[in-house]
């Protein structure tokens, strides 16, 4: 294993792995389409890099060499991306990039994560280190509630039930799991049993469990911190469309940039909370049942 | 100096003169293609494969090979035709160049023609891809070498300098770029469309160790690899004045052949001159 970086390795803490390899970390500056290609060099001669910066430069500023260098080439390539979404905060539009889920997840061979809270960061580097082929993976900046549980099992291509439920189905990834769940038990108190998945992988889907969740309670809700064009929202949306059509509304930054702001002043301005998505729950219910 | 045989260089010219009828007959065939390109860098690919590379025909994924890259992917013409001269798969595959369900893809793809080592397509991520590998033999302490080709169009890719800078970092004294200067790109001159000169100084800057050849001379391109594998603590950057077109008369400098096959009637003329200078040997 070794890291490649673009000179924000102590922000986004690989610096802590050079600490204790430093052979293995490879600074190679404000110079992100390189990075990506030596990582894809590395990898091509057997090493299993980790390119890892912020979301924007790590997805939109090197697009085209993740996709010729790294995933026509299917090589062995893990890029883990911080800073994704609209919790970047006061550094503004620029930073904040809600079109990576996008733009990963439509090229070919790219397997996409988006995991849930830091337990599942860690399980996401275990995992993506150990599977061959290019790898995605986008967090956020910002302090997330730990949600999932160390012990808790994780698999590339499975999506997690955390919470039962029968009438609707919350289906969210990243910072939006932890208020999905908040959605839920909000939910709950109005006697509506919503059903909470954790679509840590949103790349390959697991159409079973989405599958499932459209056929058991007929209705879905989607949340991410990202556009909703061609998010997981659209993922699940296409998903349920092909085997069995439900009522579905999308929470998420509805195709419009960010701006300077703290984080949860961002989340609730641009409607990334628990009441838009209890709101499409209602919103979902009432199509459902019309 | 090593002592390069009139032998050895006759046999490399022979080679290269075979290596540009393919090119000739890949692109015709397909009616597509960039032949220009293919033929400029025709004699350095030739000298690479059929004297210096240490690499196994049947073996193409042979860890300890030599890493060839190409990084202006345009001109795999000349690469496939050398990649089957030297045994890695039937010469008459090359017939099946940008033809449906062919391994010999319009630009080249890793992991499906044998020997091919990188993608390129898009310009200016080879070099970087060179430095990658070239950092792992190191970390594996490994003498294997990487040599990359690159267009003179590609030194407007601001990728291309973010590589050089991080080569001449880490002293990647293993890695040997060759610019392939012929001094056209797709739409004109390259000092039209984007003034490259002075360019061996650039390099310089860039603290590479920077040779200019004449790129269709055999001594000078064997002497240019000798002297980047005596360099220590730096990269190599062998500056190749080519000819676009090499080769073949009326294709010779012309903008028109970066990204155009012959008719039948240039075909025969091409061909007829290719084995015209074949005869000569």
């Known amino acids: 294993m070794v890291v490649v970086g673009a000179d924000t390795t102590e922000s986004i803490k690989t610096i802590e792995f050079a600490k204790a390899f430093p052979d293995r970390l490879f600074q190679l500056g404000i110079a992100e389409p390189n990075m990506i290609s030596v990582a894809a060099g590395l990898a091509a001669a057997g090493k299993i890099p980790f390119a890892a910066t912020y979301s924007v430069f790590g997805s939109a500023h090197t697009y085209n060499v993740i996709r010729q260098n790294v995933a026509y080439t299917n090589l062995n390539v893990k890029i883990f991306c911080s800073h994704a979404g609209l919790t970047v905060g006061p550094d503004g539009a620029t930073h904040q990039i809600n079109e990576d889920i996008a733009l990963m997840r439509g090229i070919p061979r790219m397997t996409v994560l988006v995991p849930a809270d830091g337990p599942e960061t860690a399980k996401c580097v275990d995992a993506a280190g150990a599977m061959k082929g290019p790898v995605y993976c986008r967090f956020s900046r910002t302090n997330v509630p730990t949600v999932t549980a160390a012990g808790d099992g994780f698999t590339i291509g499975m999506a997690r039930v955390l919470r039962d439920g029968f009438d609707v189905t919350l289906i969210g990834c990243g910072i939006m799991v932890a208020r999905c769940l908040e959605a839920a038990a909000t939910l709950e108190k109005e006697r509506i049993s919503a059903r909470v998945i954790n679509l840590s992988t949103v790349k390959p889907l697991d159409l079973a469990t989405i599958d499932r969740a459209a056929r058991e309670t007929g209705g879905i809700v989607t949340a991410e911190e990202h556009t909703v064009v061609h998010g997981i929202g659209a993922a699940v949306a296409s998903a349920i469309a092909a085997n069995h059509p439900v009522p579905i509304a999308m929470v998420g930054v509805q195709d419009v940039f960010g701006e300077s702001g703290e984080a949860e002043e961002l989340l609730h301005k641009y409607g990334l909370t628990a009441e838009k998505i209890v709101e499409g729950a209602h919103d979902v219910l009432k199509r459902r049942d019309r | ?281």
């Open chain 2, 1 to 281: 100096m090593v002592e390069v045989s009139e032998q050895l260089i006759a046999g490399l010219k022979k080679k290269a003169v075979t290596l540009r009828k393919h090119i000739i007959r890949m692109t015709h065939n397909a009616q597509s293609g960039h032949p220009g390109g293919s033929m400029s860098a025709c004699d350095i690919v030739t000298a690479l494969y059929f004297h210096v590379l240490r690499v196994d025909p049947s073996n193409p994924t042979w860890p300890d090979r030599d890493r060839f890259v190409l990084s202006k992917g345009h001109a795999c013409p000349v690469w496939y035709a050398a990649l089957a001269e030297r045994g890695f798969f039937p010469v008459e595959e090359l017939m099946t160049f940008r033809k449906l369900n062919s391994r010999l893809q319009g630009h080249p793809e890793l992991g499906t023609t044998p020997g091919v080592e990188n993608a390129a397509g898009a310009e200016g991520q080879g070099l970087s891809f060179s430095v990658g590998l070239a950092l792992a033999s190191r970390m594996d302490h490994k003498a294997w070498r990487t040599y990359c080709v690159l267009g003179d169009g590609e030194q407007d890719v601001g990728q291309t300098w973010e590589a050089a800078m991080a080569a001449s970092k880490y002293g990647l004294d293993s890695l040997t770029a060759f610019i392939d200067r012929n001094g056209i790109q797709q739409e004109g001159r390259t000092e039209d469309i984007m003034p490259l000169e002075p360019l061996a100084e650039k390099w310089e800057a860039f603290n590479w160790h920077v040779l200019t050849i004449d790129g269709h001379d055999f001594r000078q391109i064997l002497a240019a690899i000798e002297e980047a594998h005596r360099t220590r603590g730096r990269p190599t950057a062998v500056i190749a004045r080519t000819v676009k077109g090499k080769g073949v008369s009326f294709m010779e400098n012309k903008i028109k052949y970066h990204g155009a096959a012959t008719s039948d009637d240039e075909l025969k003329l091409a061909l007829a001159e290719l084995e015209a200078m074949e005869a000569a040997f």
